[in-house]
């Protein structure tokens, strides 16, 4: 997708704070941070959405979550963490490329919002 943001976070064409990257998953920094930590993770392969999951993409998936946890005992807070994601903009979802919000470091509320 040309016009992605988070596609041209994932190809290195702009530069951002990265946490974890490998083949097909990276991490970094949110620019606009809600928490201590909020980490975005995306797959590197434009999925515009959690409802755009199936099987011909959702290995991708899991994957995230190994790195989600990786992260998280890296950082020291596996015991400690929400991860989020907007589906839709009546959910909150402002980028449509598929990402996994990973925050630490306060306490949360439930229900969310
Ligand atoms: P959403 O609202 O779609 O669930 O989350 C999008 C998130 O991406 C927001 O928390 C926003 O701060 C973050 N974000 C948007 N554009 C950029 C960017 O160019 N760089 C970084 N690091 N974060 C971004
Ligand atoms: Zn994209």
């Not at 064409?13 to 941070?33: G, R, S, W």
């Not at 975005?40 to 994957?63: C, G, Q, Y």
């Not at 996994?100 to 229900?111: A, D, I």
């Given at each position: ?61 899991a994957h995230?979550?190994?790195v ?17 994601n ?28």
């Amino acid at each position: 997708m040309s016009d992605c943001i988070f596609c041209k976070l994932a190809s290195g064409e702009i530069p951002t704070n990265k946490v974890y990257e490998d083949d097909t998953v990276l991490a970094f920094h949110d620019m606009d941070p809600q928490a201590p930590t909020h980490i975005l993770v995306i797959p590197k392969a434009h999925i515009a959405s959690a409802s755009e999951i199936d099987e011909s993409n959702s290995t991708v998936i899991a994957h995230i979550f190994e790195v989600i946890a990786k992260i998280a005992a890296e950082n020291g807070f596996e015991n400690d963490f929400r991860v989020v994601n907007n589906c839709g903009a009546r959910a909150g979802q402002t980028v449509h490329h598929l990402h996994f919000h990973l925050m630490s470091g306060r306490e949360f509320t439930w229900p969310a919002g």
